[in-house]
């Protein structure tokens, strides 16, 4: 989805995300796309394998330079560490240890609310091939994965950091959407939509819609019910008018035509009889 508006402002925080050993300068940029979307700013690299800067990362980062650009890189995950005060490791292979495993929305939770009390936290994520080592992993609080294929189970590193993402701004921004429909028109009010039903039974009146006297009322109870329950703008209603017109218009201008064919069918029919005869 293209939505990238420079004309707002940028949002950033949130809890660091720490990419251990990543190996493709690509998988770095799709993973700082993801951070963008949903307003993760500080980056930190362990070791990453292709060095850095990395060109590639910049063409997938898709516009989100500025993450790049204040990424912070370490020898270590141990110095990528220090100063944090919560980690989530995120594996999807059991490691056999005594540590919370969370989903993303528990994780969200948790994070929210450290952070909310001053802590630093870190979202530590592993290489692309093999992930996490277990000893790294041992220097995480909790232990972070998902409700996948277990067949298949690996994501990819962008992928992997986006859900994780998302689920974070989506509480922490209170799952507010950017953009709601256009409230342009205003409901019609009931004179607007009396008159409608006026004209539209009229017409059904004319075009011989209502077969049965008995039936009548009831049908025309459910036509009206019909555009009850859609919640009709005046815009809708005067829409719904031009509509009416325009089939009896059409109506009419059928009905002429048919007359004009079978009018001059007769006059040809009687020129040639009198053509006969003489």
């Not at 067949?151 to 998302?166: D, W």
């Not at 799952?175 to 039974?201: N, S």
Request: glycine share 12%.
């Amino acid at each position: 989805m293209s939505g990238t508006d420079s004309t707002k402002p940028w949002l950033e925080g949130g809890p660091v995300v720490i990419l251990v050993e990543p190996q493709l300068g690509e998988n770095i940029g799709s993973a700082v796309r993801a951070m963008g979307n949903f307003g993760l700013s500080r980056l930190r690299l362990v070791n990453p394998r292709e060095g850095w800067p990395n060109p590639k990362a910049v063409t997938f980062a898709s516009g989100a330079d500025r993450i790049l650009d204040n990424a912070q890189v370490f020898p270590d995950l141990r110095a990528a560490l220090a100063d944090l005060n919560f980690v989530v490791a995120a594996t999807a292979r059991e490691r056999g240890m005594q540590k919370s495993v969370l989903g993303a929305d528990e994780v969200a939770r948790e994070v929210v609310g450290r952070m909310a009390g001053g802590e630093q936290v870190g979202l530590v994520f592993g290489r692309e091939r093999t992930g996490l080592y277990t000893e790294e992993v041992s220097l995480a609080d909790v232990i972070l994965t998902l409700p996948v294929n277990p067949a298949f189970a690996s994501l990819n590193l962008g992928m992997a950091v986006a859900v994780v993402a998302y689920e974070w701004f989506k509480l922490s921004s209170g799952g507010a959407l950017p953009f709601q429909p256009p409230d342009r028109y205003k409901v019609a009010d009931k004179a607007d939509l009396l008159a409608f039903f006026d004209h539209l039974e009229r017409e059904l009146d004319a075009a011989l819609f209502f077969r049965s006297p008995t039936k009548r009322p009831v049908t025309i109870r459910n036509i009206r019910n019909i555009f009850h329950r859609v919640g009709l703008t005046r815009q809708d209603v005067a829409t719904l008018h031009g509509i009416v017109g325009a089939l009896v218009e059409g109506r009419g201008l059928r009905e002429a035509r048919t007359a004009a064919r079978l009018e001059g069918r007769r006059e040809e029919g009687g020129a040639g009889e009198g053509g006969a005869e003489s």
